[in-house]
C-alpha cells in the first residue's frame, strides 16, 4: 500500500520550493496517502503492450519561420516586478552555483 | 430585474441589429444587475466576479455603437457583452486565477480568445471567479472567496470556473468563457442550469490560458443556450501559430449544426449511454432527469443504445495522476522574481532567493493547490514516473481505445453532466477524494481529447435544483454536439413551456460591498 | 584551500583517466528556440523578451525550425543517427534566471545520437564517440551585486536579464574517452577546438568560447590503471578557452590522483575552475535530490524530421575537417608537423582567414604560432582575443615584405597593435619603427662596423663571408634594429668583396 510519510512530505515540499509548516504537515500527509492510494489503484491496469498517450493530436513538425517578431517592451516586461533596479528583475541574493 | 437581461445573445444581437437596444444600454443593464446582485463574498452576493471593469466595458460599448451606426460591425455578436474567467491573461485587467501568488497581476498582453473576442467587438464586463489555479469542483478554493449558486446561495455553483456559469445563470451577464481541464466548465453548467461547452482538445487556442493541465485543458463557452455556446465557440476557435497544439484544420460548421438541431428531429442518430457513468451510486433525481431526456431523443427519432467503456473506471485515478504531474511543473514559475507577491520569511534579516521563493508560495499558494503540487512532485520524481505519470499516459491510451469503439458504434455518447445536483458550501471541503467524484462523469473527454457539452436537463425533484446533461462526440466531431443538445434543448422547452432557468429563484439585491477583491463600479 | 596535486607522471603511472565533454553550442539563428525574439549580443537588458521567453503565465512555445534544421546538420557532420521521431522534455529545477523554472530540452529522445568525431593529437588519431545532441534553451543572465568582485558568494542581491533566456543551445556530449593516457588533456583540447571549427564551417554559431557561444564542461574520472573501470567523476565549469580545457583535465587527473592515492574517495560534484590561479574550487556539491523530474513537454508535439529532409541537410553540409585540413595543408604546403601544431594551436580557421586577407600561408603561421600565440598564453586568451585581427597580420608582413621593416620591429608593431594605438603603418609611423633606408645612414653604420672589427673584416675579404653575420648584428645594434637586415649583408659584401 502506497503512503507518504510526513518526512516524504517534507522533502516533496522542499523539492518544489513550499515552506510547510509543521502543522501542514500534520495536516497533509495523511490526506496524500489517501489520495495516492486512489491514483495508484491504476498501477497494473495497463500492460507493457499499450502505448502511453502524452498527447491526443497527432500532430507532429510544428515549427515557425526563423523571423523576429516585436517583443515587450522593457518596461511591460518588468511591470510586474516585485524589485527591478537598472532595467533588471531584482532578486534575493542567490546562493549556490549555476547548474 | 431589466427584462433585457434574460435574452440570450443571439436575440441580443437581433435586437441591437434592429435598433432596439445599444450596446452601451445593455453593457450598463449589466453592470446594474452585477452591482445588484453580485457583492463581495462578505457581502453575501453571488461573488460570480473578481474584477468588473465598467469604465472599459462602457468604452467599448460605445465603440460598438458607433461601428454600428457607421455599418462596420467587426462580428454578428459585436457590441454583446462577455465576462472571461480570470484564469485567462487580459492586458489592463488584473489575472489572478483565483490565487493570492498572482494578487493584483496585471499582464501585459492578451490570450489569444481574448483578442478575438475584442477584435470581434465584444465588451468584456470583467473577470470571473473560480478555483485556485483550476483547481476544483466547487470554486471553494479560490483564495478570495467562494461564489454562490444563483439557484440556492448556500450552495456551491460548481468550479472550477463557478464564477462563470454563476454569471450567466444570474442573468449578469449573457456569455462569458470558461476553462475545461476535467469539467471545470460542463460541471458548473450542470449544477447552474446553464449550458457549456469543452471544445475537442486543440481546438481552441490555450496561448494565455494559464496552464493547469497542457494536455487537457480547454477554453469554451459558458451560456444560457446552446446557439449562443454555438456562436461563441466559432468566435472564438480555429488555429493558433502561438499554440503548437491547436489544430490546423478549420472547425466544422457549428452554428449551422446547432440551428440544424434547433428543430428537435432526430432521425438517423445513434446515441450511446455510457453504462459505467450513471446508475448506482448517481442521485435519483439526476438520473431520472437523463433518461426522461433520453426518452425525448428516442421520441425524436434517435436510436438508443447503452455501450460500455469499461477504462473509465479508471478514469479518475489517470487524470488525478497525469494533472498534478503537468500543474506541479507549471506552477514552478510562481516564485516571486518576476512577478505576483514576494513574501518575506519571517524572522529572516537577509533571506536568500531560495528562502523567499519557499516562503512565497507557502503564502500565495492554497491547501488544493498544495496537495497536486506535491502528489505531481511524487509521481514525477525518479523511481516513480513509470509506475505513476507513465502508467496513467498508458491507461490514457486504453481509455482514448474505449472512446474509438464507442464511436465506430454510435454517433454521440451520453450520460449525465455531474453524478449529483449542488451541494452546500463546505460540505465536501474536508475530504479531497469525495470532491474529485464530482468529476467522475466529464474526466475522461479530457483524457481523450474529445468534445463534450452539457445542457440543463431539468430540476430534480428531491431539491428542485438543475440536472445537466452531457453529450460526448469523437475529436473534430464537435458539430454532432450542437446538432444533438440544440435538439434536446427545443425539446425540453417545449415540454417545460419555456428555459429552465425561468424556474430560477429570484436573486436577492445585496447593498454592494466596497471589498478589496469585490464589485467596482 | 589548497589541493595536493600528485605529480602528472605518477598520476599516468598508477591510473587511467577517463573524460567527457559536454559541450553547449549557442544558435547564431535570428530568433529563440521557442519564440520570435532576437538573440542579438550586447541589447540593453529586458528589451529581447515576450511572454513565452519570459515564461509568463500562459504563455506557450512554438519550435524555431532553423534551429530544428541546425540540430541535424550537427549530428550529421558528427555522424550521427537523426532520430526519426522524438520530444522535447521538460528539466524541472528551481533558479533566478530561468523563467519557468524548468528548462525545455530533450531527455530520453535526443534529436542526435550515436555518432562520433576523428581527432587529431599529435600525429595520433583518437576516434571520440559522441552519444548524443540535443536542443534545448539557454537561461537569463544573473549580475551578482554587493559581494567582491561581481561572484556569487558574498552578494546582497542579483539583477537578472532574461535576454538571453530562450536562445537555442545545442548540447554535444560524448561518451567516455579512455585510453588517451598523458594525452588525456591534448585530446580534450583537440577535440574542442575541432568541434569549434566545425560548427563554424557549418554557419550555425559564432562559436567564441570567450564570448560564451560555445561552453564547454570537463569530466573527469580515474580508475587504477589496467582495471578499465569508470571512477566517480566531477564536473568542472568556467572552463573558458583551450588552454582551460587543457589544463583544466590536467588539474583534475592530478588533484584525482592524490586522493584516490591516500585512500581517500573522490566528491562526485560540480567544481569551477579558475584560469587565473590554475585550480579548481569545489562548487555546489551535485545533492542526490537534484531530481529533475523529467517528462515529455506537453505544449509541444513531437519533432519527427524525414529521411528527405535529412538527407537534404546531408548535402548541405561542408567538407568535414578531415577532408578541410588535407586540402589546407595541400593549398599551404605544410609540412605534416606544420600542420599538426597548426591544428593544435587552435589556429587553422585564423591562419585561414589571415591568408584570405593576403598573407602568404608560411607568413601566417609564421605569426600566429609564434608570437602571437605567446601573447595569447601570456593574456590567458584564445587566438582570436589576443587583439590583433587576421588583417592586421597580413599588413605586417606586408610592411615586412616591403622591406619598411623586419620581423623584429614587427613585434613592435604588434605591442602597438595590442594596446590599440592603431593601424600597423600609424604604429610604425608614431612609434618610428621604419627601417632606415637610406643607403648613406646604413652605408656610414657599416664602415664604422668594419672598422670596429677588423679581424671579422678581414676574414670576410679572405672569402669566409658566413662571417659577414657578425657584422650584420654590430649594424643592426648600431642602428637599434631599424635597419634591413639584407641590404646590410650586400653593402658589407659589396665594401669588403
Not at chain 2, 245 to 259: D, F, G, K
Not at chain 2, 282 to 303: H, I, K, T, Y
Not at chain 3, 40 to 53: I, K, L, M, S
Request: charged content about 25%; overall charge negative.
Amino acid at each position: 500500500m502506497p503512503e507518504i510519510s510526513r518526512d516524504e512530505v517534507a522533502h516533496l515540499a522542499d523539492l518544489a520550493r513550499i515552506d510547510l509548516s509543521d502543522a501542514e504537515l500534520d495536516h497533509l500527509a495523511p490526506q496524500l496517502t489517501v489520495i495516492l492510494e486512489s491514483v495508484a489503484s491504476i498501477r497494473g491496469v495497463a500492460g507493457d503492450d499499450v502505448p502511453p498517450t502524452s498527447h491526443p493530436l497527432p500532430l507532429t513538425n510544428v515549427f515557425r519561420e526563423d523571423v523576429v517578431v516585436p517583443s515587450l517592451t522593457a518596461e511591460e516586461a518588468l511591470s510586474g516586478a516585485p524589485a527591478a533596479e537598472d532595467q533588471r528583475f531584482m532578486v534575493p541574493r542567490i546562493l549556490g552555483d549555476e547548474q | 430585474m431589466n427584462n433585457i437581461l434574460r435574452k440570450s445573445a443571439a436575440e441580443l444581437a437581433d435586437l441591437l441589429a434592429a435598433g432596439e437596444t445599444t450596446s452601451v444600454a445593455l453593457t450598463q443593464a449589466c453592470l446594474d444587475r452585477i452591482r445588484a446582485v453580485d457583492g463581495g463574498a462578505d457581502g453575501g452576493g453571488i461573488h460570480a466576479f473578481l474584477h468588473v471593469d465598467a469604465e472599459g466595458a462602457l468604452a467599448q460599448a460605445q465603440a460598438s455603437d458607433e461601428r454600428r451606426a457607421k455599418g462596420e460591425l467587426l462580428s454578428a455578436l459585436d457590441g454583446v457583452p462577455i465576462a472571461v474567467k480570470d484564469v485567462l491573461a487580459t492586458t489592463g485587467l488584473p489575472t489572478t486565477c483565483g490565487s493570492k501568488i498572482l494578487e493584483g497581476w496585471i499582464p501585459p498582453y492578451d490570450a489569444t480568445v481574448v483578442t478575438r473576442l475584442k477584435e470581434a467587438g465584444l465588451p468584456i464586463l470583467g473577470k470571473t471567479n473560480m478555483d485556485e489555479f483550476a483547481m476544483g469542483s466547487s470554486t471553494e478554493h479560490s483564495a478570495y472567496g467562494p461564489t454562490r449558486n444563483p439557484w440556492d446561495l448556500d450552495r456551491i455553483p460548481g468550479g472550477s470556473g463557478g464564477g462563470s456559469a454563476a454569471a450567466v445563470a444570474a442573468f449578469e451577464a449573457p456569455l462569458a468563457l470558461g476553462t475545461d481541464t476535467g469539467g471545470s466548465i460542463r460541471q458548473p453548467g450542470a449544477v447552474t442550469g446553464t449550458v457549456g461547452v469543452k471544445p475537442t482538445y486543440g481546438g481552441v487556442s490555450r496561448y494565455g490560458l494559464v496552464a493547469m493541465a497542457n494536455s487537457l485543458d480547454q477554453v469554451g463557452p459558458v451560456t444560457r443556450t446552446v446557439l449562443d455556446s454555438a456562436l461563441l465557440h466559432e468566435l472564438v476557435g480555429g488555429h493558433d501559430p502561438k499554440d503548437s497544439t491547436s489544430i490546423a484544420e478549420p472547425m466544422p460548421a457549428l452554428v449551422e449544426a446547432a440551428r440544424q438541431g434547433a428543430t428537435g428531429d432526430m432521425t438517423g442518430v445513434r446515441v450511446g449511454v455510457i453504462k459505467e457513468l450513471g446508475g448506482e451510486g448517481w442521485q435519483p433525481g439526476v438520473m431520472a432527469r437523463f433518461r426522461e431526456s433520453l426518452d425525448l431523443l428516442v421520441q425524436a427519432g434517435a436510436e438508443v443504445v447503452e455501450v460500455s467503456c469499461p477504462s473509465f473506471v479508471h478514469a479518475l485515478a489517470t487524470y488525478y495522476l497525469i494533472m498534478p504531474c503537468e500543474a506541479s511543473s507549471n506552477l514552478a514559475r510562481f516564485d516571486a522574481m518576476r512577478y505576483g507577491i514576494r513574501v518575506q520569511p519571517e524572522g529572516v534579516a537577509a533571506p536568500s532567493a531560495e528562502e523567499v521563493m519557499r516562503a512565497t508560495r507557502d503564502a500565495g499558494f492554497g491547501d488544493e493547490v498544495k496537495r497536486r503540487i506535491i502528489i505531481g512532485t511524487y509521481a514525477l520524481s525518479s523511481g516513480y514516473y513509470d509506475a505513476y505519470y507513465g502508467q496513467a499516459q498508458k491507461v490514457r491510451t486504453l481509455i482514448k481505445r474505449d472512446f474509438d469503439a464507442a464511436f465506430e458504434q454510435v454517433d454521440v455518447l451520453v450520460s449525465p453532466t455531474s453524478p449529483t445536483t449542488a451541494f452546500k458550501l463546505g460540505e465536501k471541503l474536508d475530504e479531497p477524494l469525495k470532491m474529485y467524484l464530482n468529476d467522475l462523469a466529464t474526466i475522461p473527454a479530457n483524457l481523450a481529447g474529445v468534445p463534450g457539452i452539457s445542457l440543463p436537463a431539468g430540476l430534480a425533484e428531491e431539491d428542485g435544483l438543475p440536472v445537466g446533461f452531457q453529450v460526448l462526440a469523437p475529436a473534430m466531431g464537435d458539430d454532432r454536439l450542437y446538432r444533438v443538445g440544440a435538439a434536446l434543448e427545443a425539446l425540453l422547452a417545449k415540454a417545460w413551456g419555456g428555459p429552465l432557468l425561468e424556474k430560477a429563484p429570484e436573486i436577492p439585491v445585496v447593498e454592494p460591498v466596497e471589498t478589496t477583491n469585490g464589485v467596482t463600479a | 584551500m589548497t589541493e595536493t596535486l600528485l605529480s602528472f607522471e605518477e598520476s599516468l603511472e598508477k591510473f587511467d583517466p577517463a573524460m567527457g565533454l559536454e559541450v553547449h553550442v549557442e544558435l547564431s539563428t535570428a530568433t529563440k528556440m521557442f519564440c520570435g525574439c532576437p538573440g542579438d549580443f550586447g541589447a540593453e537588458p529586458n528589451t529581447q523578451v515576450c511572454p513565452t521567453c519570459l515564461g509568463l503565465p500562459g504563455s506557450m512555445p512554438v519550435v524555431n525550425g532553423k534551429a530544428v534544421e541546425a540540430a541535424i546538420r550537427i549530428g550529421l557532420a558528427l555522424n550521427c543517427e537523426i532520430a526519426e521521431w522524438c520530444r522535447f522534455a521538460r528539466k524541472n529545477y528551481f533558479y533566478p534566471d530561468m523563467p519557468k523554472n524548468f528548462q525545455t530540452s530533450q531527455y530520453d529522445e535526443p534529436i542526435c545520437f550515436d555518432g562520433f568525431m576523428d581527432v587529431d593529437v599529435d600525429g595520433e588519431t583518437f576516434r571520440v564517440e559522441i552519444e548524443r545532441a540535443h536542443m534545448e534553451e539557454d537561461t537569463g543572465k544573473s549580475l551578482h551585486v554587493g559581494g567582491s568582485t561581481g561572484r556569487i558568494h558574498g552578494a546582497s542581491h542579483s539583477l537578472v536579464d532574461y535576454n538571453r533566456a530562450g536562445i537555442p543551445l545545442i548540447e554535444i556530449v560524448t561518451r567516455p574517452i579512455m585510453g588517451a593516457g598523458e594525452k588525456a588533456p591534448a585530446v580534450a583540447r583537440a577535440y574542442v577546438a575541432q568541434l569549434r571549427d566545425l560548427i563554424v564551417a557549418l554557419d550555425v554559431s559564432d562559436a567564441r568560447m570567450d564570448q560564451g557561444s560555445i561552453r564547454a564542461d570537463v569530466n573527469l574520472s580515474l580508475a587504477p590503471k589496467g582495471t578499465g573501470a569508470l571512477g566517480i567523476r566531477t564536473e568542472t565549469k568556467n572552463v573558458n578557452s583551450l588552454r582551460s580545457v587543457e589544463r583544466a583535465v590536467r588539474f583534475e587527473m592530478q588533484r584525482h590522483a592524490a586522493i584516490l592515492d591516500g585512500g581517500g574517495s573522490i566528491v562526485q560534484e560540480t567544481r569551477h575552475w579558475h584560469e587565473d590561479t590554475g585550480v579548481t574550487t569545489s562548487g555546489r556539491e551535485k545533492s542526490d535530490a537534484e531530481d529533475y523530474r523529467y517528462f515529455p513537454e506537453p505544449d509541444l508535439v513531437p519533432v519527427a524530421p524525414s529521411r528527405e529532409w535529412v538527407e537534404e541537410l546531408r548535402g548541405t553540409l561542408p567538407e568535414n575537417p578531415t577532408q578541410k585540413r588535407a586540402r589546407l595543408q595541400a593549398e599551404w604546403g605544410f609540412s605534416d608537423l606544420e600542420m599538426r601544431d597548426t591544428v593544435g594551436a587552435g589556429a587553422l580557421l585564423i591562419i585561414e582567414e589571415t591568408v584570405a586577407a593576403g598573407a602568404t600561408p608560411q607568413a601566417a603561421r609564421k605569426w600566429w604560432l609564434s608570437d602571437l600565440a605567446r601573447r595569447a598564453n601570456d593574456a590567458g586568451v584564445e587566438l582570436a582575443a589576443v587583439g590583433v585581427t587576421p588583417a592586421q597580420v597580413a599588413a605586417v608582413q606586408q610592411l615586412v615584405d616591403a622591406r619598411t621593416i623586419n620581423d623584429k620591429l614587427a613585434r613592435q608593431v604588434f605591442d602597438g597593435l595590442v594596446a590599440g594605438e592603431g593601424t600597423p603603418e600609424e604604429i610604425v609611423e608614431k612609434r618610428g619603427l621604419a627601417v632606415v633606408s637610406d643607403d648613406g645612414a646604413l652605408s656610414a653604420a657599416v664602415d664604422k662596423a668594419i672598422a670596429d672589427n677588423p679581424d671579422v673584416a678581414d676574414k670576410i675579404r679572405a672569402g669566409k663571408v658566413a662571417a659577414a653575420g657578425a657584422l650584420i648584428g654590430s649594424v643592426m645594434k648600431e642602428m637599434r634594429g631599424q635597419a634591413d637586415a639584407g641590404r646590410v649583408r650586400e653593402l658589407i659584401l659589396e665594401k669588403l668583396t
